[in-house]
């Protein structure tokens, strides 16, 4: 059982989540069958016989699966909220995104939740506080001819139902992190260029355009635009370098702030409970294991909200994590890190957004050093620019000039590579296979048994997921 040696929590993620995937078809029922059947055989993939203690492990990490089982499935099974209405209720607008050809604002109310109101225009921005009437409408039923999910998406996002409001007011502004967003925000576009000013809103807020989502998607690498432990690493960084490694509380203040100010999405509070869990390791004087923080970071989560099980950031931060955590330490193999996520990642990527572009591997080996290294510069340009630093603003033009570039360099290479490659078993048997054969070998199991350990769970994960 060297999976409960070296990554206890591994196990009780695979169980929770192959439940979660079966749900559907059998409710409480993969829960109740399923989830145990699958922690039991994930555990005796890695049995040891010179394991001691390894039962009193085994039933003391079941029991715990079982409790995480009952509080996702509570979380899971609740009715939809019932239509009602309300009146001089006021709240606040916690996000604003496109939605089509109209806008999508998430409302924080005072009594009653978040709930999400679609606009005709951008009239309302983050951080604006209303008054204002309203009647609750539930999400669409899933349609059968579409992969997309109304209901999961918002409730993924903390949101109860849609919202029809009438008679809005605005109410004088009060400080709040989604102020302070807009009001970043506002400075960036005034004060920087075009392309520096939309890259560093998506490192700093979390916020994006259609225009550079579409650019990125062409090439790719549309991760670095989703705030995640790629972003949060390097906050951290600097951080340190600024610092130093030993204020813990201080470094903690830095990660969370930053986690709040760009919308805590599951990416960045994955990377960021992660490297919590390491600080505290660190103090208390015990030993990382990359495996087991990446899965008690995505057990937390689905604990705190069951719906980002149906996330695609939440799926796509916990797969690169856990692929990252099993790099083999050989210098060389970093140099491929990004492209070995990005097979892994792919059968999730292609699925959900009908192909990848192929021109994303070869881009994939250099751009997160690329933009480490651009958002570092543009963030510490940008800043003494802001804080009026004299004859720093000269240097705008350079930064510009190096988001510029990328876009040059990365188009020139989608030319000559134009092609989408489409989701085919093939490839997602490779993307499963690559995790669960490194998985395996990071347990140190031997390579006879990571096959054939690769190819009973790669036919397991086929039977659940599709």
């Given at each position: 059982m060297e999976i409960l040696r070296r990554s206890p929590m591994l196990a009780?993620?695979?169980?929770?989540?192959?439940?979660?995937?079966?749900?559907?078809?059998?409710?409480?029922?993969?829960?109740?069958?399923?989830?145990?059947?699958?922690?039991?055989?994930?555990?005796?993939?890695?049995?040891?016989?010179?394991?001691?203690?390894?039962?009193?492990?085994?039933?003391?990490?079941?029991?715990?699966?079982?409790?995480c089982s009952v509080r996702i499935y509570y979380g899971i099974s609740?009715?939809?909220?019932?239509?009602?209405?309300?009146?001089?209720?006021?709240?606040?607008?916690?996000?604003?995104?496109?939605?089509?050809?109209?806008?999508?604002?998430?409302?924080?109310?005072?009594?009653?939740?978040?709930?999400?109101?679609?606009?005709?225009?951008?009239?309302?921005?983050?951080?604006?506080?209303?008054?204002?009437?309203?009647?609750?409408?539930?999400f669409r039923p899933k349609n059968k001819n579409s992969d997309f999910d109304e209901g999961r998406y918002w409730k993924a996002r903390d949101v109860k139902a849609w919202v029809n409001m009438k008679n809005v007011k605005e109410l004088p502004q009060?400080?709040?992190?989604?102020?302070?967003?807009q009001k970043i925000?506002?400075?960036?576009?005034?004060?920087?260029?075009?392309?520096?000013?939309?890259y560093l809103k998506a490192a700093w807020l979390g916020e994006h355009t259609q225009e550079l989502d579409n650019k990125h998607r062409k090439w790719g690498t549309s991760h670095l635009l989703a705030v995640s432990g790629f972003h949060v690493g390097i906050v951290i960084l600097c951080a340190v370098f600024l610092f130093g490694g030993k204020n813990i509380a201080l470094l903690s203040l830095i990660l969370w702030t930053y986690i709040l100010l760009t919308g805590a999405s599951s990416?960045?509070?994955?990377?960021?409970?992660?490297?919590?869990?390491?600080?505290?390791?660190?103090?208390?004087g015990r030993r990382i294991s990359g495996l087991n923080s990446v899965s008690i970071a995505a057990v937390i989560l689905l604990l705190y909200r069951p719906f980002l099980f149906w996330d695609i950031g939440w799926r796509l931060s916990v797969l690169a994590a856990l692929t990252l955590s099993t790099m083999p330490p050989r210098k060389f193999i970093w140099l491929f890190v990004s492209s070995i996520i990005f097979f892994v990642t792919f059968p999730q990527v292609s699925y959900s957004f009908k192909g990848v572009p192929i021109v994303g591997i070869l881009l994939n080996i250099f751009a997160p050093l690329y933009f480490s290294f651009a958002f570092m510069i543009a963030s510490v340009i940008v800043f003494l620019t802001l804080i009026k630093i004299p004859f720093v603003e000269i240097l705008l033009?350079?930064?510009?000039?190096?988001?510029?570039?990328?876009?040059?360099?990365?188009?020139?290479?989608?030319?000559?590579?134009?092609?989408?490659?489409?989701?085919?078993?093939?490839?997602?048997?490779?993307?499963?296979?690559?995790?669960?054969?490194?998985?395996?070998?990071?347990?140190?199991?031997?390579?006879?048994?990571?096959?054939?350990?690769?190819?009973?769970?790669?036919f397991t994960a086929f039977l659940i997921f599709l």
């Open positions: 009780i993620l695979i169980s929770l989540v192959s439940a979660l995937a079966l749900y559907d078809k059998f409710k409480i029922y993969a829960f109740i069958f399923g989830m145990p059947l699958i922690f039991t055989g994930v555990i005796f993939c890695s049995y040891e016989k010179n394991f001691p203690q390894q039962w009193n492990l085994f039933f003391a990490a079941l029991i715990f699966s079982a409790l609740q009715p939809d909220q019932q239509n009602f209405d309300f009146y001089n209720e006021n709240g606040t607008v916690t996000m604003l995104r496109q939605w089509g050809r109209m806008y999508a604002v998430i409302i924080e109310t005072e009594h009653y939740g978040k709930f999400v109101a679609r606009l005709n225009f951008a009239e309302l921005l983050e951080g604006t506080r209303i008054n204002f009437d309203g009647s609750t409408k539930s009060k400080f709040s992190l989604p102020l302070m967003r925000s506002r400075t960036l576009t005034i004060y920087t260029p075009k392309l520096t000013s939309e990416s960045a509070t994955r990377a960021g409970l992660m490297l919590q869990t390491g600080i505290f390791a660190r103090v208390i033009t350079p930064v510009e000039g190096i988001f510029l570039l990328w876009e040059k360099f990365a188009d020139f290479f989608a030319k000559f590579l134009p092609y989408v490659l489409s989701w085919n078993y093939f490839t997602a048997w490779l993307g499963a296979g690559i995790l669960i054969f490194m998985v395996c070998r990071r347990l140190n199991l031997s390579i006879i048994k990571s096959i054939f350990v690769t190819a009973a769970l790669n």
